[in-house]
């Protein structure tokens, strides 16, 4: 079971919002769309549905032709962020609804009911109105449903945004599990870095409607092959800095220069742009190698162990991620360090050179 997706397109009124794109997903696998707002996550989504038809290109369901197939005829279950329940229907008939279309037995459909309520923590809720529960409670009820469909292809489209920490854990960990148990293909589209991280599986980064990369989720993250997608694949967004080659030495701002050791002593003489994530940007320095920047900060943000700390690098705009509650003054000279192994280079096209040391040996 594989879907596959064939230079697929879509234009609305002259605009694009998806360039062509080949992509193959398959069976049991779970497969998250990364990237900000607008990126294009939910338009592909409604592609691989059939909610829309492409401008250009085929959709594909185990080899067949499916691109002008109507959504009803395709086992597709899709969850958004907004959740959508039957108001006048029971939680329980709202889980068991598809179950029901399909004709199955009252037996099964009162277990696999019971099964799904008990994972989804809604045991105690089966016989209450979708209305007289919380959004967290809904969004699961919503998920649940989608869970006893038996689809082939199930999108998942942000939905645990409204769901309490706690929650979102548990199911970031047990929701994976089920559908590559099931033999499912899972398509999980969200803004968070962090997220695609835990879930695993493979990741497609998106940018202005173009999948950038595609691949097993830890190597897209060690090894983005361009800049755009470093960028998606970091939050807050990596910060980039103009570096030369010079001989044996790459030179940084602030009067910065490094030994071209291993790959790095391989390129050629001129200019690149050097990527790292705001989690390796230090106030303290941590080793003889350390580079030193005099920055200025612009704003401090307290999260509770950890601190963003927004920098003025001479116009450039980074950020770090530091650990403790700092005492910082606005607008005062911050010294920041960052190791040479943390760096990322990319040519001037923004297409990787060499990835980061720590990475590489990852």
């Known amino acids: 079971m594989a879907l596959t997706l064939e230079g697929v397109s879509k234009s609305v009124g002259g605009r694009v919002h998806i360039h062509p794109t080949d992509l193959t997903l398959a069976r049991g696998t779970m497969n998250v769309l990364l990237g900000p707002t607008l990126a294009g996550k939910t338009s592909l989504m409604r592609l691989m549905a059939g ?29 958004y962020q907004q959740f959508i329940n039957y108001p006048a229907m029971t939680v329980f008939e709202n889980i068991a609804s598809p179950l029901r279309l399909k004709g199955r037995p009252r037996d099964e459909i009162r277990r696999r009911v019971g099964e799904v309520a008990e994972m989804m923590k809604l045991t105690p809720m089966l016989d209450r109105k979708p209305l007289e529960l919380s959004g967290g409670q809904q969004q699961r009820c919503a998920l649940a449903r989608a869970l006893v469909k038996d689809a082939g292809l199930v999108l998942l489209d942000e939905p645990l945004a409204n769901l309490d920490y706690k929650l ?9 599990r ?57 939050d807050p967004p990596m910060n980039f800095l103009a570096i030369e080659k010079r001989g044996d030495r790459l030179a940084f701002g602030d009067g910065q220069a490094v030994a071209a050791a291993g790959p790095l002593a391989r390129l050629s003489d001129g200019r ?91």
């Open 51 to 79: 909610l829309d038809a492409p401008s250009s290109g085929r959709v594909l369901w185990e080899g067949a032709d499916v691109t002008g197939m109507r959504v009803q005829d395709r086992g597709v279950a899709m969850v």
């Open 168 to 176: 979102r854990e548990e199911l970031r960990v047990e929701i994976p």
């Open 178 to 234: 089920i559908f590559e148990a099931s033999g499912a293909i899972f398509v999980y589209a969200t803004t968070e870095p962090e997220e695609a991280l835990l879930l695993g599986g493979s990741t497609a980064t998106l940018w202005e409607g173009r999948v950038t990369q595609f691949g097993p989720t830890p190597e897209v993250y060690r090894r983005p092959q361009d800049a755009t997608t470093a960028r998606v694949f970091s």
């Open 272 to 362: 690149y742009l050097a990527g790292f994530r705001p989690n390796h940007l230090e106030l303290e320095s941590h080793g003889p190698d350390a580079m030193a920047f005099t920055t200025h900060l612009a704003v401090a943000e307290i999260t509770g162990s950890e601190t963003f700390v927004h920098l003025d690098h001479h116009g450039e705009r980074w950020v770090g991620l530091v650990h403790g509650v700092r005492e910082l003054q606005i607008g005062a000279p911050l010294q920041v360090h960052l190791d040479p192994a943390h760096v990322y280079v990319f040519g001037e096209d923004g297409a990787l050179v060499a990835p980061a040391a720590y990475a590489a040996a990852a």
